[in-house]
């Protein structure tokens, strides 16, 4: 079993930024890749970024060049930097972890409970 808290999420105005935090419990948190999903109100949950347990890393198109994904396995904790954000970034952000999951995959075994991010223009 894996328990994921997240944390970082606010309110901020367009093009600041943001870092969410995800903590897990658990000695084997650096085999696990790690996801960070979001789902704004009436649409569907998407995959963000994941980072694998190599460091391979994913990031959806809407973010590739603003958002930045990495982990600590000292600290158990894997981060989402999230620059020059823009309204349409405005959802509940989502951690998970899992095993075997290939790295654009969306089957994770384990989630947070979100953190909620919202952008104003």
């Known amino acids: 079993q894996v328990q994921l808290v997240e944390s970082g999420g606010g309110l901020v105005q367009a093009g600041d930024s943001l870092r969410l935090s995800c903590a897990a419990s658990?000695?084997?948190?650096?085999?696990?890749?790690m996801g960070w999903f979001r789902q704004a109100p009436g649409k569907e949950r998407e995959l963000v970024s994941s980072?694998?347990?190599?460091?391979?890393?994913y990031y959806t198109d809407s973010v590739k060049g603003r958002f930045t994904i990495s982990r600590d396995n000292a600290k158990n904790t894997v981060y989402l930097q999230m620059n020059s954000l823009k309204p349409e970034d405005t959802a509940v952000y989502y951690c998970?972890?899992?095993?075997?999951?290939?790295?654009?995959?969306?089957?994770?075994?384990?989630w947070g409970q979100g953190t909620q991010v919202t952008v104003s223009s």
């Open positions: 980072i694998s347990s190599v460091r391979a890393t």
């Open positions: 658990g000695r084997t948190f650096s085999s696990y890749t």
């Open positions: 998970a972890a899992d095993h075997w999951v290939r790295l654009g995959g969306r089957n994770y075994a384990y």
